[in-house]
Each structure stands twice: as C-alpha cells, then as structure tokens.
C-alpha cells in the first residue's frame, strides 16, 4: 500500500527527470514567463550558440518597465531611455527565440507577469511554473508550483525546459472558520505572516488549507500565494476545486472540449491524501483576522489596523527587538502610537498582488461617492483588467474621487518605470513589499488591501475600511 502523499509531493515527484549525487533534482517547466529583466538569458544563449528549447511554453510580459501613462504612443511613452531598451530589448529576444506569446506595450492583452498567465489559463494543477521573478509563487493559486528563479537559472530553462533544485519540505497552514466583513486575502496573508514570521516558511512549499481558504475566490487565492515567499517560503499552494474549474474552463490555455473531462480527472487526484504528513503546520481562526496594515519594513511587522504600535521592548528575541528598533526609526513612527492615526501622503492601488478585477471593485465600493484626500493612482493589472473594469464603470467612480486611472503596469510597487515616492513620503500600498526604498528611495511604505488603500485615500490616513462598509 502507497504512503499517503501531499499535493506538493505529487506534483514534484512526477516532474523529476534525474538526480545528483548531492541530492539536487532534474525538473520538468511546464511553463516559464519572462519580463523585461533577463536580458542577460537570452544573451547568454546567444554567444553559447544556443536557442530556446519550446518556445511556445515561454510567455514574456512588458510589465516592470511599462509606463502607466501616455500608452496611446506605444514606445514613445518610454521618456527614461534605459527603461526604453529594456522594453525593445525583449521585443527581439523574443523574436529571436520564436517565442510568439510576447504581451508588449501595444498588445490587447498586456499586463502583469503574475495576472495575464492566469488570464490565459495557463496555470492548471499539477504544472510546474517558473519566471524572471520571485511573485511566480502566485500561480500556486491553481494547485501548481510556481516560483522565481535567478539569472543563470533562467537561461537553463529557456535552453532545456528544466531546471536542478533542491526538495523544499511541505508545510501546511490552515485558516478556518469564516472571515469578517472588511477582510480580505491581504488581510490573511498579513496575519499569517504576522504569525509565523518572514522566516517561518524558509525551506518549506505552503499549502493553505481550511474552510475561510476554501471560502476565497480565485483572486484571493493569487494573492495569498503572491506573498508566500514573504514569509520565506519557495512557494504556496491551494488545493485545486470547482472555484479552480470553472476559473480555467473555455480560457486560451486550458484544455478544450474532450481533454477537459480527462485534466479535470487528473487535477482531482492530486488532493493531499488523507492522513499525509506535514513536517510543520500552523493554524488561524478566520473570524479573529480583522483588517491589517504594517508598521515596519518587513512583512511580519503588521498588526490590525485598531490596534497600536508596538514597543520593540515587547519582543523577547533580541534580532527582533533591534529589527523593530530600526524599523520604527525609519518609518518615523513612535511605540505606543495608534496604526490609525498614521497620515499618509500618497495612496497605490495595483501590482501583481491586488491589481485584478476583483481588487479594483472593492476599492471602488469604498471610494464611491467619496473624495481623495491626498494623491491616489490605480493601475490595474492587465489591459483585460482595465477593460472589464471600464466596462462596470469602476474607472467612473475612481476619477470622480479624484484617483488617478491609469495603464496596466508593475508601476509603484517597484518603482522600475519612475512611479515612485518622494523621499520620506508615506504611503498606502497594495503592493507586497515595505523593505527601506521599495518605493523609491527613502520611501515609507504601509501594505494594506485595495479597500484599506481606498479608506486611507478618502481619509488621508490608515483608517479601518469597516467604518467606511
């Protein structure tokens, strides 16, 4: 009789081509997505005399470079000249490598690396993704194992279409219970990473488990594995069910007409079996999840948004105590103040974390009828995006607020196309990292939902969105 197996375990073992001696593993990429970054991969190839093995299993996105204003000009709306080569440079790379599935600035369905290929159905349960970019993790929403790979690993998989890892161990956190009004997937992955720490998952593939995980929509879902590897994990997964289904069936990439009946099979038995063991686990209650924001310059320096900055004297372990130290100094904010009360200079609403049609919608809820109080942009995640959200006149009531509606980009969540804060400028973002400069040098970045971003937009400050609902 088989031991019983987890879904991570399942997808990984059947994709493993061979092995060293230092245990290392030989894996099958069911897909790659590449941004404007590698360059240097596709160079690579170049003076090795080498090509890309399948072309047609690379998807390549103008998104970090991609400005977010002006795209009406196409290449013209480049203004920095470096951002300019990056975007044409992989115009030609592509070309170069056959690679047919290039999203440029002009194309219909441009976008973010982390929400077109979902877009697409191009994520399905039992793949193995990789990409240009550590946010890969995002496409475990689906049940696959998505993560980010560095530059000579890129090459490798543009080459061979697989790539020598090492095992991560899986680890289960659970979520039960029902969530509350005003709290979202942010909210979730801010308190899980709150209690297991940046740390918490390093060497490990999350799956998420429990009823309020299996109560989230498919784009909660991304946004929960969109920020695993905040918490230092190689990855999050989400058991594949009929959210998951209905999701990917009739898109570009899924299986169509009598291969869907055989893939839905499949995906069905890739489910954790029953008495499969984790070597570590965590757990939450769903309903004592309120409303998060962060206070520091790592993720699991958050706390619900009515609830007061700690004192670093709180934590027993010294790193921390000096991290929390150090986090408060640069954020200028004091122990003992209340989150609500932080005053917020600019607001951002996008990246590939919150920038789908469901985030858009519930920043809008709160954002109607309602006037900005300081600078507010929201960039949408994919040309798609922007259209549906056009279409249910979300960008309406976004500009009679007075938010900025603009182009699908990565835009200020790294700040790699110039929209960035000014320093010491304090934000609201929706994005997934607050480390020192992520928004421009000197920047103070607070993560919050799309609601709370549009809460802190109409209220100049981290205000708690149920008191807007």
């Avoid at 019983?4 to 997505?33: C, P, S």
């Avoid at 965590?282 to 310059?297: C, F, N, V, Y």
């Avoid at 004192?311 to 150090?326: C, I, N, Q, V």
């Avoid at 942009?377 to 938010?403: D, I, N, Q």
Wanted: aromatic share 6%; proline share 5%.
């Amino acid at each position: 009789m088989c031991a019983a197996m987890t879904m991570f375990d399942k997808i990984w073992d059947m994709h493993v081509v061979g092995e060293r001696e230092d245990g290392e593993q030989l894996m099958y990429v069911d897909y790659n997505v590449v941004s404007e970054g590698p360059f240097y991969a596709f160079n690579g190839l170049r003076q090795e005399g080498r090509g890309v093995r399948y072309p047609d299993k690379t998807l390549a996105m103008a998104d970090h470079y991609a400005p977010t204003t002006g795209r009406d000009r196409g290449i013209d709306s480049v203004a920095d000249p470096e951002a300019r080569v990056m975007i044409e440079q992989l115009a030609v790379n592509t070309a170069w490598a056959g690679i047919t599935r290039h999203y440029g600035l002009t194309h219909p369905q441009q976008g973010i690396m982390h929400v077109v290929p979902a877009e697409l159905g191009m994520p399905q349960p039992g793949m193995i993704i990789t990409g240009a970019d550590s946010h890969t993790s995002t496409n475990g929403a689906f049940g696959a194992c998505g993560f980010g790979l560095g530059a000579s690993q890129v090459k490798h998989v543009l080459a061979t279409q697989t790539i020598w890892l090492r095992k991560p161990k899986p680890m289960r956190v659970w979520v039960d219970g029902t969530l509350g009004g005003g709290v979202s997937a942010k909210d979730v992955i801010l308190a899980i990473i709150a209690r297991i720490g940046v740390g918490g998952g390093v060497g490990f593939a999350l799956e998420y488990a429990g009823s309020a995980i299996r109560g989230l929509s498919m784009e909660g879902r991304m946004t929960l594995c969109n920020m695993s590897i905040e918490a230092g994990a190689r990855m999050g997964m989400v058991a594949p069910d009929g959210k998951t289904f209905e999701h990917l069936r009739g898109r570009e990439l899924a299986p169509q007409a009598d291969e869907w009946a055989q893939a839905e099979k499949f995906w069905r038995s890739l489910l954790t079996d029953e008495g499969a063991q984790f070597p570590r686990e965590a757990r939450l209650q769903g309903d004592a999840i309120e409303p998060m924001a962060t206070w520091g310059t790592s993720l699991d320096e958050a706390s619900p948004v009515g609830g007061r900055i700690p004192d670093p004297g709180s934590f027993a372990d010294p790193g921390r105590r000096g991290r929390a130290e150090k986090a408060l100094a640069y954020m200028g904010l004091t122990p003992g103040m209340p989150i609500a009360d932080i005053q917020v200079d600019r607001v951002f609403i996008g990246s590939c974390t919150n920038a789908r049609l469901e985030d858009l919608r519930a920043a809008a809820k709160v954002a109607r009828g309602r006037k900005a109080r300081v600078p507010a942009m929201v960039v949408p995640g994919s040309m798609t995006v922007k259209r549906h959200a056009e279409e249910e006149g979300l960008h309406e009531v976004f500009l009679r607020a007075g938010f900025e509606w603009r182009d699908p980009g990565c835009s200020m969540c790294v700040s790699a196309n110039g929209d960035r804060l000014a320093p010491g400028e304090r934000s609201a973002s929706t994005s997934n990292r607050n480390f020192e400069g992520r928004q421009g040098r000197g920047s103070r970045t607070h993560i919050v939902s799309p609601a709370m971003a549009a809460a802190a937009a109409v209220s100049g400050r981290l205000a708690d969105v149920r008191d807007f609902l």
